[in-house]
């Protein structure tokens, strides 16, 4: 018996599996501190919880409409509207669980076999995965350490051909933190406006930027009627395992994906909908107090890499991950990864886990308390003082 050739080409994300690695060794009796998954250290707001368990009680247990129930694709289209300075009909709205059947499904909807797809590297690696797997071309932009770690439009420009179908961006970005300035979108806007593309554009980490605000690629040119905006509520209300995402999709789009909703999941649970829909509508006084814990964090992590031997890190303008280059330690990325899981009880991940441009770097999540980030750059210190140079 064989299992299906395309499943060669379907990749994965090593968070899961150095996080599956470290549990197994906590079972074996060893402490680990994890700085390895991207996942907030906080709860759900309390009013959020409630909407959900009310939702729960008031009977929204059944099935419900394929796209997403009324109230969540309003409240949904409102504050994209609203943070993003367009204009977004709730038609267009579509809610999944979670954000990533849009970058699977966007891809399957939008690519044939032998099309090619422009997406960042080092980047979130589900993007290089359901490219190879829907039979199209991944086509690497690279995300410099030497630029913020966003990319150049010269470099987006080269990379242009008849045959890309699809430019995949990421701002802030997973793993580096990176953000794309408002003046390059406008020159991306400008270059894209006419090239025969679609663009989608994942902004889950949107709320998250320390210095100044979040600008979208859709904010920008005519580009919204051919852009997948996606967003999602793990990142920002701190909601991973309710898996819940959200997009506005090219009114083509719509129908297409919502039957690929349908031969896949029919309906995301309607009681987590309302939960996201008293998210979207109500306070954002945990979130801001999240967000402010995680720039004191940010300067935590910052400062202790640039202190270790062979490490130096560039301060990330947003998410919450920093992504310090460790070149000069002696390592390669994976050794380093592999050492500080094994012999220090630090799971982190190489860069290179999210493509060939990540090699030279970690990722370092800082969704783990400041004594935790302590006594993890304190035995990764112990490890890179034994390591020859």
Request: hydrophobic share 40%.
């Amino acid at each position: 018996m064989t299992i299906a050739h395309s499943l060669s080409r379907l990749g994965t994300e090593t968070a899961f599996e150095v996080l599956a690695r470290a549990k197994a060794l906590e079972a074996q009796g060893r402490d680990m501190i994890h700085l390895q998954i991207g996942e907030p250290d906080f709860d759900t707001p309390s009013h959020v919880v409630e909407a959900g368990c009310k939702a729960l009680r008031d009977g929204y247990t059944h099935y419900c409409p394929a796209p997403g129930i009324p109230a969540l694709r309003e409240a949904a289209a409102d504050y994209l509207s609203r943070t993003r300075s367009i204009t977004v009909d709730p038609g267009r709205v579509l809610i999944a669980p979670g954000a990533k059947p849009f970058l699977f499904f966007g891809v399957l909807a939008t690519c044939n076999p032998g099309d090619e797809v422009i997406y960042p590297n080092p980047g979130f690696p589900i993007y290089e995965s359901v490219i190879r797997w829907a039979g199209a071309t991944p086509v690497a932009l690279p995300l410099l350490e030497s630029n913020g770690f966003a990319f150049r439009v010269e470099d987006l420009a080269e990379r242009l051909t008849p045959k890309t179908k699809l430019v995949i961006l990421n701002s802030p970005a997973n793993p580096t933190g990176g953000v794309v300035p408002r003046e390059v979108n406008v020159e991306v806007a400008k270059l894209l406006a006419d090239h025969d593309c679609y663009i989608l554009t994942d902004e889950v980490y949107s709320e998250m930027v320390y210095d100044g605000e979040h600008d979208s690629i859709a904010s920008h040119g005519d580009l919204l009627d051919r852009t997948i905006l996606l967003e999602g509520f793990s990142k920002t209300f701190a909601m991973t395992g309710w898996r819940l995402g959200y997009a506005a999709m090219p009114p083509e789009l719509v129908e297409p994906v919502t039957r690929l909703f349908i031969n896949c999941h029919s309906c995301t649970p309607p009681a987590y909908q309302m939960a996201g829909v008293a998210a979207l509508t109500g306070p954002m006084d945990e979130v801001r107090a999240m967000i402010e814990e995680f720039r004191a964090r940010r300067t935590l992590v910052v400062d202790g890499l640039n202190a270790l031997p062979g490490v130096s890190c560039i301060e990330p303008k947003g998410a919450f991950y920093a992504f310090p280059n460790i070149s000069e330690t002696g390592l390669s990325a994976r050794d380093l990864q592999n050492q500080l899981l094994e012999d220090a009880g630090v799971a982190m991940l190489a860069g290179t886990a999210f493509g060939e441009h990540g090699e030279g770097y970690m990722r370092v999540s800082y969704a783990n308390s400041p004594a935790n980030i302590t006594a993890a750059l304190g035995k990764m210190r112990e490890l890179l003082e034994r390591v020859p140079v």
